[in-house]
């Protein structure tokens, strides 16, 4: 079994709020995040997908089409977005890192053949990041 790890970046932009909390328990609970305009994160994606190496190419993915549905299924959505108001999981999800690496998961398991998604991790700072491994 081989284990290969894409990077990418994107950045966005959310808001932490819970309609069913209070403006107190929101401020709370989500300090500073619970800014009504949003604040925003330079955030560093980690993709790692496994497989055993095919043979004749000696890969375990197609770099390439790993590459473009990172692009498509993810910097497109979402990089440069408010994710609260312009991705569809979060129009009634709080947009935190571990719901954005959960996100991510989903948007990229059922378009992957070759090789099986391993791990989803998302680095919302450089000293902060989620780990996702499809448990859920």
């Known amino acids: 079994m081989v284990y290969l790890t894409r990077k990418a970046e994107f950045s966005a932009s959310h808001v932490y709020h819970n309609p069913e909390f209070s403006a107190e328990e929101n401020q709370r609970i989500f300090g500073k995040c619970n800014n009504p305009n949003g604040h925003g994160h330079n955030y560093l994606l980690e ?37 609260n108001k312009e991705v569809p999981e979060f129009f009634t999800r709080i947009p935190t890192t571990e719901n954005l690496a959960i996100a991510i998961w989903q948007r990229l398991a059922s378009n992957l053949s070759a090789a099986q998604l391993h791990r989803v991790r998302v680095y919302e700072t450089p000293d902060l990041f989620v780990d996702f491994y499809g448990e859920a």
């Open 47 to 83: 993709v790692t997908v496994k497989g055993d190496v095919d043979p004749r190419s000696g890969f375990v993915v197609d770099l390439k089409q790993l590459k473009e549905t990172m692009g498509r299924e993810v910097l497109d959505a979402m990089d440069h977005r408010f994710l």
